[in-house]
C-alpha cells in the first residue's frame, strides 16, 4: 500500500478539558491559541494552535465537568494528501476498513479517518480545494 502524503496537517490530541490543555501547551510552548470554535453537530469545544507548520487540535467537550486532574491523549495525525478518492482505494484495496471522505471543518476540504491498522494512533486524511466553497451572499 501506497500513500501519498505530503505533510502532517495537523495533531489531535482530546482532553477532558481542552481549554486548560490548549492553555498548557501555550504557556509550555509559547504558542498562540488562533482560533476556538464549537463544533457543528457535536458540540465539542476546538482550540487550534501552530508548532512551526503543524497545526495542534485540542478537542473535548463544549461542557467542562468537574474533574480531579485534566487528562489528555493523542487523539490522530492528520496527513494532508492530493487525492482523498485515491487514498481511500489504496487502503481499502491493502485490506483496511477507512471511512468515506467527507466535508472538513475547513471549508473546501474533504477528510476521512482510520482506526484499524494503526498500532492504536488513529490516522486521518484530509484533501484541501476538494470541493467548491459556497460564497456567502453580501
Do not use: C, W
Not at 494552535?49 to 465537568?65: D, H, R
Amino acid at each position: 500500500m501506497a500513500i501519498e502524503a505530503q505533510y502532517i496537517d495537523h495533531i489531535v490530541i482530546s482532553s477532558n478539558d481542552s481549554a486548560a490543555t490548549a492553555k498548557l501547551f501555550a504557556d509550555n510552548f509559547d504558542i498562540e491559541i488562533k482560533r476556538t470554535m464549537t463544533r457543528p453537530g457535536t458540540g465539542a469545544h476546538m482550540e487550534f494552535a501552530k508548532l512551526q507548520e503543524v497545526i495542534l487540535e485540542f478537542a473535548g467537550p463544549g461542557e467542562v465537568k468537574p474533574y480531579d486532574e485534566v487528562k489528555a491523549k493523542l487523539s490522530g495525525v492528520v496527513l494532508a494528501v492530493p487525492d482523498i478518492h485515491a487514498t481511500v482505494a489504496s487502503i481499502r484495496e491493502a485490506g483496511f476498513s477507512i471511512g468515506d471522505p467527507h466535508p472538513a471543518v475547513q471549508p473546501g476540504a474533504l477528510f476521512t479517518g482510520m482506526r484499524g491498522g494503526t498500532n492504536g494512533v488513529p490516522f486521518g486524511f484530509i484533501q484541501y480545494n476538494a470541493i467548491p466553497i459556497e460564497e456567502k451572499p453580501a
